[in-house]
């Protein structure tokens, strides 16, 4: 059957084909408005999905902290049509030097149209993730914290610590490493406590900057936990070895920063005037399960590890970009009877897989004899490009292919923004439905028109003949059999509507 050259049903907002079958007030709270439960909202809203976000802080933190985005979040924006918005914000820098801070060039030639780091101060991320979801119709509701929860067969009703009770059918925990959601919820959070901890702040310092650089430099061959770098504004990142181990929920002291640089550089640098001061550990934690019912966990209240290789924000939005359409597919009534089991099944194995990768990278922060000589071995090994560009894609996470079952190598995994015939292809996925990509021109999504978009004669860049992508831009199948076809498009998107 000939199709035309793109296809596609009308979104949601303009026809609403699965009504709402209780008469509860939202289908989704989130609890937590960080980077992963904003991009959750934003993903249930592209389907229509009644969406609350509860924030317990009043106002976003004080202190501006700079993350990376890593490739793969960096395609994900540019699959919702975010990317130029965020690109203003941020600095771009080679996709290099990312594992245990070792300084090796970006490989050539990685397989992404968006092949290097975001640089971008984490506050401007969460609030331009959470305009995006408010854009599409999501509420936020800031100084409201969860203090409890029941599920039942029809819902979750969720008590705020105010005495309000609030109705949503899922709940979903994106409220960080002590999430109240997570230990409410009874879910074991096993792993390793913290061993190290590490001071993080930002002040002025009181010496000359070439001081600063040479001291920082001699320092900073044998101790990767340790840097002073310019801020701006006369102000100074400030990273230095905590004594030991103390209460995170009490913020170190200008005391304790001058107390560790003395011990570790010979002097303090006359630091003063900070604007924030942190610390952060490596514990390394990962929780049993992802889902009880319909009570889910996403981002750091499903794992925690520490910040080195800068991948905990991505891992999170990562989570969310793979559960938004699945949990929406569930509310609007068309999901198969499995696929929201498989946001754990895909999931948990990618976060065991960073959690590990950490692991290692900090091992290789150790200042002892043996983990010194292990990454002067590393170092020498990352000089093969295979060895260096395996260790750069686990970081960036475009290593990724989940289990679909047997088929060729591209199955499972996604697929990078090649160039179609109406521009680029993640320019096709801002909506957030299926898109099948058809060279032959003779197959059609049928009855899935609904939930999936059909491109015929999509490309010669493609090497196969057809291409099915869900949502999350992932390769669903592969083929050129209408049959087949149609057996998977009822595997990931459901019976297909009269």
Excluded at 48 to 64: G, S
Aim: proline fraction near 7%; include cysteine; hydrophobic fraction near 40%.
């Amino acid at each position: 059957m000939n199709s035309p050259q793109f296809t596609a049903e009308p979104s949601p907002s303009d026809a609403d084909p699965y009504p709402h079958p209780h008469p509860v007030p939202y289908d989704v709270i989130i609890a937590g408005c960080g980077p992963t439960g904003a991009m959750l909202a934003a993903e249930l809203r592209l389907h229509d999905v009644r969406v609350l976000v509860l924030e317990k802080e009043t106002e976003p933190a004080p202190f501006v902290r700079i993350v990376g985005l890593h490739i793969r979040s960096l395609e994900l924006m540019a699959m919702r049509g975010l990317l130029d918005r965020v690109l203003e914000h941020g600095r771009r820098r080679p996709a290099a030097g990312f594992f245990a801070g070792i300084s090796k060039p970006a490989p050539e030639g990685l397989d992404s149209a968006h092949a290097y780091l975001l640089g971008i101060p984490h506050p401007v991320i969460v609030r331009l993730l959470e305009e995006h979801a408010i854009q599409l119709g999501a509420q936020v509701r800031r100084g409201c914290a969860v203090a409890g929860f029941e599920q039942d067969d029809e819902g979750v009703t969720v008590d705020l610590a105010d005495g309000e009770q609030l109705r949503a059918r899922y709940l979903v925990g994106c409220d960080g490493g002590r999430s109240a959601v997570r230990k409410l919820l009874g879910v074991g959070f096993p792993g390793e406590p913290s061993r190290t901890e590490t001071l993080m702040g930002e002040m002025e310092v009181g010496v000359p900057q070439e001081e600063v650089a040479a001291k920082v430099a001699e320092i900073g061959e044998t101790n990767k936990r340790f840097w002073l770098r310019p801020f701006g504004g006369g102000a100074y990142s400030v990273v230095v070895p905590a004594a030991g181990v103390g209460d995170r929920a009490e913020p170190p002291t200008l005391q304790d920063f001058k107390q560790q640089l003395r011990a570790i550089a010979g002097t303090d640098f006359g630091v003063h005037s900070p604007r924030w001061l942190s610390r952060f550990g490596d514990a390394t934690r990962l929780a049993e399960r992802y889902r009880v019912g319909r009570v889910l966990l996403a981002g750091d209240a499903a794992h925690i590890h520490p910040p080195t290789g800068g991948q905990g924000l991505n891992l999170g939005v990562q989570d969310a970009f793979n559960l938004g359409w699945k949990l929406a597919a569930q509310i609007r009534g068309w999901a198969p009877e499995t696929l929201l089991d498989t946001y754990q099944t895909e999931r948990r194995p990618v976060a065991e897989n960073v959690l590990d990768n950490t692991r290692a990278q900090m091992e290789l922060h150790s200042t002892e004899p043996g983990p010194q000589a292990l990454r002067r071995l590393l170092t020498e090994l990352m000089d093969i490009d295979e060895v260096n560009r395996r260790l750069i894609e686990k970081i960036a996470a475009i290593d990724i292919r989940y289990d679909f079952g047997d088929g060729p190598d591209l199955l499972g995994r996604r697929m990078r923004d090649i160039e179609v015939k109406q521009g680029h292809l993640y320019g096709l996925l801002h909506r957030g439905r299926g898109l099948l990509l058809d060279r032959t021109a003779r197959l059609t999504v049928g009855g899935w028109s609904d939930r999936v978009d059909h491109l015929a004669d999509p490309t010669a860049v493609l090497d196969v003949p057809c291409v099915l992508l869900r949502p999350d831009g992932h390769v669903a199948w592969i083929g050129d059999d209408q049959q087949d076809l149609d057996a998977h498009l009822s595997r990931w998107f459901g019976k297909p509507a009269n």
